[in-house]
């Protein structure tokens, strides 16, 4: 394989032609001016970018070339779309937090991007139509490809069969998943409403609540109201688990005086 062609096969590719105006992008800087840097975006089939000299720091810069360097590597946010066609990019606007945010996004991004290459290999097939089959629909649904893989890995092959992923995409994306992603610990919430108008309520409501479950912590929050915690690996043995719990209560209350009812806790 030459050189050329080796350096395609390394760049992730995205489903979007440019990126979003406030979007965080990573940036190769390629040429150093007196008041300006021109960069290319490396998730964007080398997109050309400027960051005038008033975006690199929130301090003055007297010399570029003591901030930034060629061939380094910047995280960066998203301006606008000058009139050549550059995007314009800000350093000094990138948050801190956000800046390892996209960096540790970005080398996972890489990893997916060489599951790819796998599964192209493998099939015989070219990295191009990887992408096209699989790689922009995890794009699209899940933000990036890599929390597409998380998701096959917690959620198992079913997630691509809806996404329309053809079989032995999927299972090829699956087994690597598998392999290679850890799951993630998962968290279900719950607030339970749970009153009871029996004279010997709190020995009801107790009885109810007395979860003998590992995974599962039950928290008083206010009454008639308390918070029950399942962690897990596998959302939907949790799903079950937690169908069964809230069995159990309903028979442990059934025919006592009481009012029950219960909802998801969403993003908490």
């Known amino acids: 394989m030459s050189r050329i062609a080796a350096s395609q096969e390394d760049k992730i590719r995205k489903y979007k032609k440019l990126p979003d105006k406030g979007e965080y992008v990573i940036a190769t800087i390629k040429e150093l001016n007196p008041n300006s840097a021109i960069a290319t975006l490396d998730e964007y089939d080398d997109l050309k ?18 901030m930034l360097k060629v061939n380094q590597k910047v995280v960066a946010i998203v301006l606008n779309q000058d009139r050549r066609g550059y995007v314009e990019l800000s350093i000094k606007r990138v948050k801190p937090t956000l800046a390892r945010e996209k960096t540790k996004e970005f080398r996972n991004e890489k990893k997916a991007h060489n599951f790819l290459k796998i599964i192209a290999q493998e099939l015989g097939k070219s990295l191009d139509d990887i992408y096209e089959e699989l790689g922009f629909p995890l794009q699209r649904e899940f933000g990036t490809m890599y929390e ?21 995409i999927a299972q090829k994306a699956y ?12 968290t279900i919430k719950l607030d339970i409403f749970l009153k009871c108008y029996e004279g010997n309520g709190v020995e009801i409501i107790k009885k109810a609540l ?10 008083y929050l206010a009454a008639p109201k308390y918070r029950l915690e399942m962690e897990g690996e596998d959302y939907k043995e949790m799903e079950k688990e937690l169908e069964n719990i809230i069995d159990s ?5 059934k025919g006592k005086d009481v009012e029950f009812n219960y909802a998801k806790v969403k993003g908490d």
Do not use: C, Y
Request: charged share 35%; proline share 2%; net charge positive.
């Open 49 to 66: 970018a400027m960051i005038h000299i008033s975006e690199i720091s929130s301090r003055w810069v007297k010399d570029i070339r003591r």
């Open 148 to 168: 597409g893989f998380e998701a096959i890995a917690e959620q198992g092959i079913e997630i691509l069969k809806e996404l329309g992923i053809k079989e032995e």
């Open 175 to 186: 087994e690597l998943a598998i392999e290679n992603i850890k799951p993630k610990k998962l």
């Open 210 to 219: 007395n979860i003998q479950k590992d995974n599962v912590k039950v928290q």
């Open 249 to 253: 209560i309903q028979k442990t209350i």
